[in-house]
């Protein structure tokens, strides 16, 4: 089983930035995908931004030019450049991870536990 341990949320001003980083451990032979979700109150989890093995990443229209996906493979781990926060990217962010035990295994998923995000003056 992997484990996803989340950090870098908190509270912080419109304009501001933060970066959330997501590290996985465990036994893994790969990590195909990484992404960023987030949840707000009253409303659905979705999908922030995602980053592929290859570094080929997507992100939700409602954080292009402002927030950044990367990863570092050789540490397992993803991390979220937000800048520029508005009110409305508060939410609680969730990490994801998309992995295999071996190079002919089925995938599998793990969910991170949550960092909570509130940007307000």
């Known amino acids: 089983q992997v484990q996803l341990v989340e950090s870098g949320g908190g509270l912080v001003q419109p304009g501001g930035s933060l970066r959330l980083s997501c590290a996985a451990s465990?036994?893994?032979?790969?990590?195909?995908?990484m992404g960023w979700y987030r949840q707000a109150p009253g409303k659905q989890r979705e999908l922030v931004a995602a980053i592929w093995s290859g570094d080929s990443t997507n992100y939700a229209d409602s954080v292009k030019g402002r927030f950044t996906i990367s990863r570092d493979n050789a540490k397992n781990t993803v991390y979220l450049q937000m800048n520029s926060l508005k009110p409305e990217d508060t939410a609680v962010y969730y990490c994801n991870a998309e992995w295999r035990v071996g190079p002919t295994s089925p995938n599998f998923r793990s969910w991170g536990q949550g960092t909570q995000v509130t940007v307000s003056s």
């Open positions: 465990g036994s893994l032979f790969s990590i195909n995908v």
